[in-house]
Nanobody, 114 residues
Framework: QVRLVESGGGLVQPGGSLRLSCAAS????????MGWYRQAPGQQRELVAQ????????NYLDSVKGRFTISRDNAKKEVYLQMDSLKPEDTAVYYC???????WGQGTQVTVSS
């Protein structure tokens, strides 16, 4: 069972940047495909970015391509989401999880507002 703890969210102005981190427990992390998901108020949770177990393959939601970068450090059992050129529509609670899904962590709130 993988336990996940997200951090790094906050309030940022449009055009700003944030870096989210996800710390995982368990011995299976290095073989897992991992993803960052987000859920805005009144919306369904959506997959924003995913990364292969070795980190060589990444995929992104169209609306974040060119602005967000997912990466991982298997030695530290961590996944990251670098978010640049943030927009108000990026406001959401962000979660990391494996693909396919496991138990959810508490998420981290990202608010983009002037």
């Amino acid at each position: 069972q993988v336990r996940l703890v997200e951090s790094g969210g906050g309030l940022v102005q449009p055009g700003g940047s944030l870096r989210l981190s996800c710390a995982a427990s368990g011995s299976m992390f290095s073989i897992l495909v991992m993803g960052w998901y987000r859920q805005a108020p009144g919306q369904q949770r959506e997959l924003v970015a995913q990364i292969s177990n070795g980190g060589g393959t990444t995929n992104y939601l169209d609306s974040v391509k060119g602005r967000f970068t997912i990466s991982r450090d298997n030695a530290k059992k961590e996944v990251y989401l670098q978010m640049d050129s943030l927009k108000p529509e990026d406001t959401a609670v962000y979660y990391c999880n494996k693909v396919p899904l496991g138990p959810w962590g508490q998420g981290t709130q990202v608010t983009v507002s002037s």
